[in-house]
């Protein structure tokens, strides 16, 4: 039986790892992406002491960089003919503050992030996906819009899922399957940025939002 192969966009640190880690456990190949080489050693060495099945390829690259990521997925189609699953956890997750003191460097990072990486992606990743039967693209929903002070973040992820509803409504018939998923509250760094001093022990770990929401593709 072929090795199911997954592409995890943002897998350096919280959801995104705790998706990469999990996969490998379940026994897919994963190439883990982000920017960040460190974190994504970290996430290996994690999945090889636990004797992961599967096996990581690391990609530390920026999703935001067109050509390199053009170049990542002609690489993982020459070696695999495409992927299973992509998991699309990268995020930008800008100061909170009022529409009228955004700073313009945290706007334009949340623009490129959030929201441009994925209508340069998606046309990229889409022929990996339905090269494989079943294929499915994930994107992991944080609704903030129109909440005070979460202006930057909150309209750029809200395009970014406007584009997989569209994305999703398209492809309903012809394929990649998309599936849009809303994870419970979490201790990761993206939330602590946003609510400093949170008691975090009431939230959900990664692993287990991870081990949930793949579990229902």
């Not at 897998?11 to 456990?25: D, P, T």
């Not at 379940?26 to 099945?53: F, Y």
């Not at 994930?138 to 994305?167: N, V």
């Not at 398209?170 to 990649?176: D, F, I, M, N």
Request: glycine content about 10%.
């Amino acid at each position: 039986m072929t090795q199911k192969i997954a592409l995890v966009t943002g897998a350096s640190r919280g959801l995104g790892a705790a998706m990469a880690e999990e996969l490998a456990l379940q026994g897919w190949h994963v190439v883990a992406v982000a920017r960040t080489t460190g974190g994504l050693e970290e996430v290996d060495d994690r999945a090889k002491a636990a004797d992961a099945p599967g096996g990581l390829t690391l990609a530390p690259m920026d999703i935001t960089n067109d050509d390199a990521m053009r170049h990542l997925c002609r690489s993982v189609f020459d070696r695999w003919g495409g992927v299973d699953l992509w998991v699309h956890a990268a995020i930008h997750a800008a100061p909170l503050a009022p529409a009228g003191h955004i700073d313009v460097k945290d706007w334009d990072k949340s623009v490129a992030i959030n929201l441009r990486a994925t209508g340069t992606l998606i046309p990229m990743v889409e022929p990996l996906l339905r090269a494989r039967p079943g294929g499915t693209a994930l994107f992991l929903d944080d609704p903030h819009t129109g909440e005070k002070f979460f202006g930057a973040y909150g309209a750029t992820k809200t395009g970014q899922i406007a584009l997989a509803q569209s994305w999703a409504a398209e492809t309903v018939k012809t394929g990649p399957k998309v599936v849009i998923a809303q994870p419970a509250p979490m201790p990761t760094a993206t939330r602590a940025r946003f609510f400093p001093g949170e008691d975090r022990a009431p939230l959900s770990a990664p692993r287990d939002e991870a081990l949930r929401i793949l579990s229902g593709l």
